[in-house]
C-alpha cells in the first residue's frame, strides 16, 4: 500500500499568514493526487487536482504543486473561511490512501 | 443537480451487520462509478472501496475484505455498502462519492454521510 505522510498534523496560523502544507507518498505516484478541505460535520470539499491544478470556483489563494513523492498545498492568504482540515487523496493505485490531515487553526 | 442521498443514522450491536443506502439522481448513474470513505469520530477519511454502477465490479480496501460487499440496483440507481461483523471500531460517518473522471480526476459530488454507531 502507499503510505501519504501529510505533515504538519496541525498548525496555527492568522489571517493573512501564507500556508504550507506537505505530502509524502511512500512511492512514486506521478501526479495522481488530490487537496480536499473538510469543515466539521461536512463532507470534504474539492480543491486541487492531479497535483497543482485547482478546481473550478476554488479561490486563487490555493495552488498546489509537486510530482512523484511530494506534494504541497500552499494558501497565499488565509482567509477566516479557509479554517478547516486539508487531506491529499492519492489516486495512482489500489488502494487509496489519504494523508493524516491538517487542521489549521486561528491563532 | 446531482445529488447523492444516503440513508438515515444507524445503531448496531458488535457482530451485527449494516446496509448503508446512496441514492444518485441529476446524472447517468452507471456513468460515473462511486466510492466509499469513512471517518471513525475526531479522525481522518479512509478509503474502503470502489463499485462501477455500470457492471457492478467492485475493488476493496484489503483491510475490509471479506466484511464488506458493495452492490448496486440500476433500477433505483442505488449503491449500497454493507458491513459485516460489526465492532466498535466501526463506529464512524460513512459517505459515498462520485469519482469525476472525465480527463480530469477527482470526488465531486458526496453523500451527506451515514453516522453509523456499534455499541452494546
Known amino acids: 500500500d502507499i503510505q501519504m505522510t501529510q505533515s504538519p498534523s496541525s498548525l496555527s496560523a492568522s489571517v493573512g499568514d501564507r500556508v504550507t502544507i506537505t505530502c509524502r507518498a511512500s512511492?512514486?505516484?506521478?501526479?495522481?493526487l488530490g487537496w480536499y478541505q473538510q469543515k466539521p460535520g461536512k463532507a470534504p470539499k474539492r480543491l486541487i487536482y492531479?497535483?497543482?491544478n485547482l478546481q473550478s470556483g476554488v479561490p486563487s489563494r490555493f495552488s498546489g504543486s509537486g510530482s512523484g513523492t511530494e506534494f504541497t498545498l500552499t494558501i497565499s492568504s488565509l482567509q477566516p473561511e479557509d479554517f478547516a482540515t486539508y487531506y491529499c487523496l492519492q489516486h495512482n493505485s489500489y488502494p487509496w490512501t489519504f494523508g493524516q490531515g491538517t487542521k489549521v487553526e486561528i491563532k | 443537480q446531482v445529488q447523492l442521498v444516503q440513508c438515515g443514522a444507524e445503531v448496531k450491536k458488535p457482530g451485527a451487520s449494516v446496509k448503508v443506502s446512496c441514492k444518485a439522481s441529476?446524472?447517468?448513474?452507471?456513468?460515473?462509478?462511486i466510492h466509499w470513505v469513512r471517518q471513525a469520530p475526531g479522525q481522518g477519511l479512509e478509503w474502503m472501496g470502489i463499485i462501477n454502477p455500470s457492471d457492478g465490479s467492485t475493488t476493496y480496501a484489503q483491510k475490509f475484505q471479506g466484511r464488506v460487499t458493495m452492490t448496486r440496483d440500476t433500477s433505483t440507481s442505488t449503491v449500497y455498502m454493507e458491513l459485516s461483523s460489526l465492532r466498535s471500531e466501526d463506529t464512524a460517518v460513512y459517505y459515498c462519492?462520485?469519482?469525476?473522471?472525465?480527463?480530469?480526476?477527482?470526488?465531486?459530488?458526496w453523500g451527506q454521510g451515514t453516522l453509523v454507531t456499534v455499541s452494546s
Open positions: 462519492a462520485r469519482w469525476f473522471s472525465g480527463g480530469k480526476y477527482y470526488f465531486d459530488y
Open positions: 492531479a497535483a497543482s
Open positions: 441529476g446524472y447517468t448513474f452507471t456513468s460515473y462509478y
Open positions: 512511492q512514486g505516484i506521478r501526479n495522481d
